[in-house]
Structure formats: C-alpha cells, structure tokens
C-alpha cells in the first residue's frame, strides 16, 4: 500500500502521482488534500503518512509541499519512517537502495511534472540493497 498526501502546494502534483500509479498498478490511498485550500497546514499531511507508515512497515508513503522540507520533517518524527526529500531519479534510486527510504518527499516548486513522475515509479521500483554495510546503517537508523 501507498499513502500519499499534499498541502495546496502539492495538491496539483499529487493528482498527477496518482494518474501515473493507477498506470502503474499500484495501489494507494489518498490523504488529502482534496482540494488546493491556502489555508491548510502541511504537518496534518506528514503525521497522518509517518503514522501510517510506521504502524505499517511494509508500506511506503509520498508527500508533496512546495520543499518538501516540513513533510519530511514531520513525517521522520515517527518510529520507522525513514523519509527522504529528493530531488532526481538518481538521487531517489541511492535513497531506496542505500537508506531504504520508505517516504518520498518531493518538492513541487523545485521538480518539474515529467521528473516527479520518474522519481515515483523508480521510489517503488527500486529495492534496498541489502549490503551489509547499507543494513548496518540503516539499524542504526532505526534505533535512534
């Protein structure tokens, strides 16, 4: 399953993710926000996928702001969430396969359409390593 959630400033990118992972097959559910509303607040977003996230391990989580900066902050407050904004396929490909990132944040004013859409699919593609060196790591992580 995958959770994904914006604010007024990630809402237009977000309609586009989910047209991309109904292509894809991928199911998912939809967070909010449902409409552009100026007035909402990223954390509801970020707590309601870090929450979920962390109760649910296997699951993976996207959050959309205009940084994506507060997403990830929130979202990393939460026991097991490993949340990475990014920027590039490359950059989310090493952040699955060295950190086993399990939320993608992304920046809606700072990634354009076509690459959010490349970073998503490669998000879900990608698979953790597993090198021990990456395990090592990411246990540590996790402890904290």
Not at 32 to 53: L, N, S, T, W
Not at 99 to 108: F, M
């Amino acid at each position: 399953m995958i959770v994904i959630g914006a604010d007024h400033g990630g809402y237009e990118l977000k309609e586009k993710i989910k047209k991309k992972l109904d292509e894809l097959g991928f199911e998912y559910e939809d967070i909010g926000a449902f409409k552009p509303d100026p007035k909402d607040d990223y954390p509801q977003f970020a707590e309601r996928v870090g929450r979920d996230i962390s109760e649910h391990p296997d699951w993976k989580g996207i959050l959309l702001c205009r940084s994506g900066q507060g997403m990830a902050m929130i979202a990393n407050k939460f026991s097991g969430v490993r949340a990475a904004v990014c920027h590039s396929v490359e950059e989310t490909k090493k952040t699955r396969e060295h950190n086993d990132a399990n939320v993608l944040c992304i920046g809606a004013d700072d990634v354009k359409e076509k690459d959010a859409l490349k970073m998503v699919q490669a998000f879900l593609e990608t698979i953790f390593s597993k090198e021990k060196r990456h395990t090592r790591r990411v246990k540590q992580i996790n402890k904290l």
